[in-house]
């Protein structure tokens, strides 16, 4: 069969993205350029300045992908988009972007889920084996789903309140790490021990989570003791809230490895970067002799690689998009 190279364009946050992928597994160029330094400043992603970011930036991204894939737009065979869920001004970005292209160099257009293309993730360079149990795990999503072949999924479980990447972010602002908090409070936790004592999200026998209640408990304590002038012991805060946070997502994919049986497991999302989580994941996979694929670190966090990977099942499909395709913000637009 010919090759088949996928344009990808991500643009759902704060990354302007695009890749070259060559079957849905090798990437042959990936740009990311993000806009994490600026929105630093405000604590957080700011929907306004990001998309006017990415409106600066798209151009250069394209050219430079282009570039190092010593390729022009009319030698790949598909354009792909992020349309949704994401923050829309942003997401309305890449979609329109990608309409041009399709349009102009005539050819077909793919949209892509975001969290799909997280998932996919795990294909890059790799065979996903199904069934298997995807842990996804973001800014804005944790869930649990089963698997049982190319874009069939069901939903086992997810969060009733916050996502865990929300939650991470959240704890190290009020500690005063600065935005994103994630990676921070990641290393940090090396650095202390489990001691103070948070309760457990969820101890029930479903698949959700909950994140809200954990993260309050963090926020009050600093507060607390701040207010009777206690010092805080950071390291230490950080390594006893990731053991609770990471210990629920561990003892919920251990309940569905159990009841279902299925030995074959993935984590996605921007949290997969957590070095705990895929230490902890791991010793799981091991004790039920589970195989485990968890993304290469630079394809955890947004970018493009993954949404040309997740098209390409769509490609072979050939289930392609209208030029009215419109972004959406919807989060559960899939499940
Ligand atoms: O997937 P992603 O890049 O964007 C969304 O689709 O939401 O995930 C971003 C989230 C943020 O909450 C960030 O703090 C978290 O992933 N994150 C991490 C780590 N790296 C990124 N959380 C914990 N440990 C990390 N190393
Ligand atoms: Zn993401």
Redesign the pocket.
Known sequence: MKDVFILAIES??D?TSMAIVKNGVEVVALTILTQMDTHANFGGVVPEIASRMHCENITMVLEETLNKAKMKVKDVDAIAVTYAP?LLGSLLVGVEFAKVLSYVYNKPLIKVN??IG?IYANKIGDKMTFPNLALV?????TQLIKMTGDYEFELLGETEDD????C??KV?RVLGLG?????K???LATEGSNTYEFPMPVNDNTYNFSYSGLKSSVINLVNNERQRGNKIREADLACSF?TVAVGELVKKTELAIRNTGIKNVIVA?????????RSEIAKLCEKYNAHLDLPDFIY???NAAMIGAAAYPLYLKKDFADLDLNASSNSNICW
Not at 137 to 141: E, K, L, P, R
Not at 179 to 183: A, T, V
């Open positions: 759902s946050c990354e994401g975001h969290m997280h795990v973001s800014g804005g999503h996502a865990i990447g929300e991470y972010d190290a935005y994103p908090g994630g990676p409070i990641d290393k990731q999302g921007g949290v997969s970067a957590n070095k705990y989580l955890c966090t947004d």
